[in-house]
């Protein structure tokens, strides 16, 4: 299902047990969802490859993803198998989101992957899955999965834009913003998707307030040099203070240095109808294929996905 020709992807937290993010990803694509996008944090979450081979087996149409994983602890041969293995299972459903790593690495003590890594990683993912040299001998024919590229930055959005076969624009939602992600892509012929925190509240405040973490979140991966005054003080202090323990969590001491015109910029947040105004906006953004929703569904406060989803299927999805 499309809307307002676009397609509306979800982001999928490793956070309850596999047998719930799949009963929610079942949901997902009843209700219109196009693809699923599970955490790969190992610390932080369940099991990534578990997680999408129980939602790939619950669902008949909906696309399941990486969301995203990275090179620095995963071989290429290993995470082929994987998505080869999940394309099988669910006649070509997989899709290998990628990027240079966040919460699955600092939370262990490593360094986020350099972008030359990440894309040298993805082309032997690439050629080992239409393998090329025949070292995946149990594979009876190549497997076309899309590898999709997490970008917050100028230099990542432009590799990004000539390596990968679909962009994430982790970069906000504001029309300076978008303007500013596009002029950085070019004119990428790649799928284009915008990660876009969300949350919707009986008030403008309440909804701010549940989603501010995952906008932190957005935020720890940015130059604060983009942004001036008091915007530019927050998110410096949110960076020199970010516990990426609690990365997941809607608790975390740092999103209070989030102030609400960054949550404003960067999610979708409000009653509803201010979410059908603002998610339209985004769908009929030129150049943006998809909006993959990330909701807050973890700490107190949180909704239940399944009350975030059938909120979305009631009260904003058939307005747009």
């Known amino acids: 299902m499309t809307f307002r020709g676009k397609r509306l992807g979800l982001t ?79 006649d070509g459903r997989a899709i290998m989101g990628i990027g240079t790593g966040f919460s699955s690495l600092r939370t262990i003590g490593m360094k986020p992957a350099r972008i030359t890594e990440v894309e040298a990683f993805s082309r032997e993912v690439r050629s080992l899955l239409r393998n090329e040299d025949g070292r995946m001998s149990w594979l009876d024919a190549p497997v076309d999965v899309p590898i999709v590229v997490a970008a917050t930055g100028p230099r990542m959005t432009r590799a990004a834009a000539r390596f990968g076969d679909g962009v994430i624009l982790h970069q906000g939602l504001s029309p300076d913003l978008l303007a500013r992600a596009f002029e950085w892509l070019g004119n990428s012929t790649a799928e284009i998707s915008c990660w876009a925190p969300y949350s919707l509240g009986a008030t403008p405040a309440e909804a701010r307030d549940r989603v501010r973490s995952r906008v932190a979140g957005a935020l720890v991966n940015v130059n604060a040099a983009w942004f001036e005054g008091a915007e530019r003080e927050a998110v410096e202090r949110l960076q020199a203070g970010y516990d990426v323990g609690h990365h997941a969590s809607a608790a975390a001491d740092h999103a209070a240095s989030v102030p609400d015109s960054l949550v404003d910029r960067y999610a979708l947040a409000g009653t509803a109808e201010q979410i059908r105004d603002g998610l339209a906006r985004l769908l009929d953004q030129p150049g943006v294929d998809r909006v993959i929703l990330n909701p807050q569904i973890v700490g107190p406060g949180a909704k239940p996905l399944d009350v975030v989803l059938r909120e979305l299927e009631t009260q904003v999805l058939p307005y747009l």
């Open 12 to 90: 999928m937290w490793g956070t309850e047990p596999v047998a719930a993010m799949a009963r929610h990803a079942a949901l997902a694509e009843q209700i219109g969802f196009d693809s699923v996008w599970t955490i790969d944090s190992q610390l932080l979450c369940r099991d990534v490859t578990v997680s999408l081979a129980a939602i790939l087996a619950a669902t008949t149409t909906l696309r399941a993803a990486t969301g995203v994983t990275q090179p620095m602890t995963r071989h290429a041969s290993v995470t082929a198998g994987m998505m080869a293995t999940l394309a099988e299972m669910s």
